[in-house]
Nanobody
Framework: QVQLVESGGGLAQPGGSLRLSCAAS????????MTWARQAPGKGIEWVSG????????YYADSVKGRFTISRDNAKNTLYLQMNSLKPEDTALYFC?????????????????WGQGTQVTISS
């Protein structure tokens, strides 16, 4: 069955960096676009970034553009999110999710497979 396991979250200071990973199994990872999303305390889920199946295209929410970088290693079935210049408002539970298509992104509400999330807390 499809499994997505995030890791790499933790506590960081404003201006710091973290690298999230999402280990995928149970499906052909290289054939699907992947998404990072987050949910801050008391708020809804927010789309953060997406990457095509072959890594040829990447997209970012305006709130993280220029600070976050999404990437994937299809040989290792792993998705990454490098987060730099972190801000307190980046504090959230971060999820990876599998799309149903290789070259495009479905609405978050349509994504069937999600990881359990990894907590990121930015505080001094």
């Amino acid at each position: 069955q499809v499994q997505l396991v995030e890791s790499g979250g933790g506590l960081a200071q404003p201006g710091g960096s973290l690298r999230l990973s999402c280990a995928a199994s149970g499906f052909r990872f290289s054939e699907y676009a992947m998404t990072w999303a987050r949910q801050a305390p008391g708020k809804g889920i927010e789309w953060v970034s997406g990457i095509y199946s072959d890594g040829s295209e990447t997209y970012y929410a305006d709130s993280v553009k220029g600070r976050f970088t999404i990437s994937r290693d299809n040989a290792k079935n792993t998705l990454y999110l490098q987060m730099n210049s972190l801000k307190p408002e980046d504090t959230a539970l971060y999820f990876c999710a599998k799309d149903s298509q290789p070259l495009g992104f479905s609405p978050l509400s349509d994504l069937k497979y999600w990881g359990q999330g990894t907590q990121v807390t930015i505080s001094s």
